[in-house]
């Protein structure tokens, strides 16, 4: 069983960055596709950002756009969400899904992913 881990989290002010990492464990992640959701509280869980396996194709939520990126390197079976100019609205529980094949691109959709992490919180607040 495939098991990921985030970590990267934690209290910012708006305009601040931060960057997430997840990590998995017992597997390669060279035959996964990884996504980033995230949900806030009294909210449904909304896709943030998904990397294919080669890290050629990446999709992001129109509201991170320009400012979130993430990568991926499949050596250290990381992938890495790099946040910037955060806002109270990226406020939330971060999780990195799985998705077990070779794809040449990705979508957020949470139904696809098969595996998740336990999650990492995320708060933006001055």
């Known amino acids: 069983q495939l098991q990921l881990v985030e970590s990267g989290g934690g209290l910012v002010q708006p305009g601040g960055s931060l960057r997430l990492s997840c990590v998995s464990s017992?597997?390669?992640?060279?035959?996964?596709?990884i996504g980033w959701f995230r949900q806030a509280p009294g909210k449904e869980r909304e896709g943030v950002s998904c990397?294919?396996?080669?890290?050629?194709?990446?999709n992001y939520a129109d509201s991170v756009k320009g400012r979130f990126t993430i990568s991926r390197d499949n050596a250290k079976n990381t992938v890495y969400l790099q946040m910037n100019s955060l806002k109270p609205e990226d406020t939330g529980i971060y999780y990195c899904?799985?998705?077990?094949?070779?794809?040449?691109?990705?979508?957020?959709?949470?139904?696809?992913?098969?595996?998740w992490g336990q999650g990492t919180q995320v708060t933006v607040s001055s």
């Open positions: 899904a799985a998705k077990h094949g070779v794809f040449r691109s990705c979508a957020l959709r949470g139904a696809d992913f098969e595996s």
């Open positions: 017992g597997f390669t992640l060279d035959y996964y596709a």
């Open positions: 990397i294919n396996n080669n890290g050629g194709s990446t």
